[in-house]
């Protein structure tokens, strides 16, 4: 199973990216899947997440200017990140949890400056 992050990149405070993350394996709206980041010196933490078919779970300092979402038929998820702070900048990764074991991706850099 590969995960293939992408769509990271450099913007400025206010503006927006979306993260693409495409999967090797088919994937179905029951798989627990989601973005996670990673800051320099800070411990990864959770930014969006499909806990079931139809429940989402966002990180506190997310809410509301994130967006999760995927397309089973592309076998993609997406991050929409919209409002970006400085804060944001980190490494995404993206998680799929199934059977088989708990799979990343290789990470997509984001920076925002001020």
């Known amino acids: 199973v590969q995960l293939q992050a992408s769509g990271g990149g450099l913007v400025q405070a206010g503006g927006s990216l979306r993260l693409s993350c495409a999967a090797s394996?088919?994937?179905?709206?029951?798989?627990?899947m989601g973005w996670y980041r990673q800051a320099p010196g800070k411990q990864r933490e959770l930014v969006a997440a499909?806990?079931?078919?139809?429940?989402?779970n966002y990180g506190d300092s997310v809410k509301g200017r994130f967006t999760i979402s995927r397309d089973n038929a592309k076998n993609t998820m997406y991050l929409q990140m919209n409002s970006l702070k400085p804060e944001d900048t980190a490494v995404y990764y993206c998680n799929l949890r199934i059977s088989l074991g708990n799979f990343w991706g290789q990470g997509t850099q984001v920076t925002v400056s001020s």
């Open positions: 499909f806990t079931s078919a139809h429940d989402t």
């Open positions: 394996i088919r994937i179905f709206s029951f798989n627990v």
